[in-house]
Every structure is written in C-alpha cells, then in structure tokens.
C-alpha cells in the first residue's frame, strides 16, 4: 500500500532501525508520529529525518514504553493530535544484560519489547480499524525462541538477559499470530519481522560479546529497515497477515511462535499485566 498522506506511528525512531525505516517512510510522503521516551531526542530524529527525507510532516511525541502510564497518555494525547492511523510499526527494543525493572516494577525487557506493544496495540486498534485498509509490523528477532516461562515470565528465580530477550521476541511473535486471528475481516493485518543482524545501539548493555557482535558484525540500519518497510508497503501483502518476514519475504519462525494456545495463555497473562 502507498503510504504517501497516510499516517504512520513508530516506536524506537530515535536510532537505529527505526530511524533509518523513518527516513524511507517519510521521503515516500507519509506523516510520521514519533513515540520517544526522552522527547529532546525524539526532536533531534525529527530534525534528521527531515533533513534526510526532506518531509516537513514529522512529530515527536513522549512515550516511555517502560511505563503503562506513559503509553495510555500518549495515547490520549495522539487521538487528540490525529484521527488515523495506517500503519503501526513497534519497533522498539532492549537487550540488556542486568535484570533491571520498568516504572512498573517488572522485569524491563518483557515490559518494553513485549507488554509495551501489546498495550499500545489494543488501545489503538479502534483507530486502526476505523483507517483500515491499515497494518501492525511488530519487530521481532531471528533470536526469538525457547518457551514462555509462565511461572517465571519475569526471570525473578532466575536471570539471563538472553533468555529475557529471546522470550520477549517470542512473545510478539505469538501475539502478532493471535491478533491475526482476532483482527479477521477487519481489514487490519498484523505481521512480525526480524531485520537480520544489524549495527545498532541494541548491543550496548548487554556485555561485551553482543556489543562486538552488533557494532563490528552487523549490516547498516538502511539495510536493516527493508524489512520493515516492506512489510508496511508492499502492495503485494495487501491481505497477509499473521505472518513472519525476513530479508523481505516470508520466512520459517520457531514451532512454539505457531501456537495458538500458548498464544491464548499469553494474552490473557499480558492483558492482567497491563489492566486491559
Ligand atoms: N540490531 C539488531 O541486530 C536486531 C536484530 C533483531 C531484532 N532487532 C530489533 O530491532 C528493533 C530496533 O532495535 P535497533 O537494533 O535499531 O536498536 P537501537 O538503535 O538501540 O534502537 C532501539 C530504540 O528503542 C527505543 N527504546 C528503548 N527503550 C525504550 C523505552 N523504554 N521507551 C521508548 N523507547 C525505547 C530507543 O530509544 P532511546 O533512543 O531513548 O534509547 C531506540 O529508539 C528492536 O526491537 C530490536 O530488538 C534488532
């Protein structure tokens, strides 16, 4: 689908992936709405990705997705700004090697890479439904893997930020597979993606292997965000849902993402996380 005059949230523009999936968004005429944590920041995208894009229809808006309060204020404040929504890209993301919490007090890598987007997906699905034809790209990982550790989604027995990151990645997987499912014949589609290994911040706190591994090993951001793009774009998508994309075609996720009940347990765990 075009995107030009469409309007387009994104999560985790400020650098990286996202930034660079911005930039190609906006240079094809989209109005884009940036959902930063630290607004200064999110101003300084805006001014980039201008400069890079040469659009004027950019907005930076406040968002800490470590915080259930922080995403339904912006919200509010985004159906108080805009009356659509085409595209939603959750793109943000952490790896970090320590357990550290969310404003919320729980375990910050599946707060913000998993119960962030699940919130902010449902409180503006009606939004989403009401812009149809219109499409959720959720970021995932080619690390997604192992299981949902219900008895201990948190790691509070036990902690490995690897662990935490793969379950995380996992988690959007089976969400995005659910909503699918949920969101038939509304004309609204919802697929996951894994940009390949890319040279980014992801890396920065989480030890000196992912560090090397993502700043020396990975391919550039622009590369990293054709995924993304096209899965937000293709007119050849237009219908798919449910799906997993790397390197811009469909690809083979892990067993576990493919099911339904686990993604059914998940969802009701995650809506009595989030108050939904
Ligand atoms: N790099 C890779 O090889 C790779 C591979 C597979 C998947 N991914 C996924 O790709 C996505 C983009 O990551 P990246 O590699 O581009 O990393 P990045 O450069 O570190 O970008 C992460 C973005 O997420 C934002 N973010 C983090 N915590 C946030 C919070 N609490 N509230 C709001 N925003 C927050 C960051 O904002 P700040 O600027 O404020 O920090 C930043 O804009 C992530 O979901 C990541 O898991 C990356």
Redesign the pocket.
Known sequence: MTVKDKTVLI?????????ATAISLASQGATIVL????LG?GKQAVADIADASGSSTLKAMQ?????FSSIRAFCDEYRSKFTTLHVLIN?????DFKRRE?KDGIE?IFA??FL?PFLLTNLLLDLLKKSSPSRIVN?????HGGTINFEDPEGKKKFSGFVA?RQS?LALLLFTRLLAKKLEGSGVTVNAV???????????DAGFFARYF?TLL?KS?EK?AQTSIYVATSPDLEGTTGQYFANCAPAKASKQSCDLATAEKLWQAAAAYVHL
């Open positions: 999560t985790g523009a400020t650098s990286g992936i996202g930034k959902a930063c944590r630290d920041k968002c800490d997705l470590s915080s793109n943000a993301g952490t790896w969310s910050n913000v890479n962030a970021v995932s990982s080619g690390l990151y990645k894994h940009p390949g290994f890319v040279s980014t911040n992801l890396g920065r993502f990975g951001p990293g």
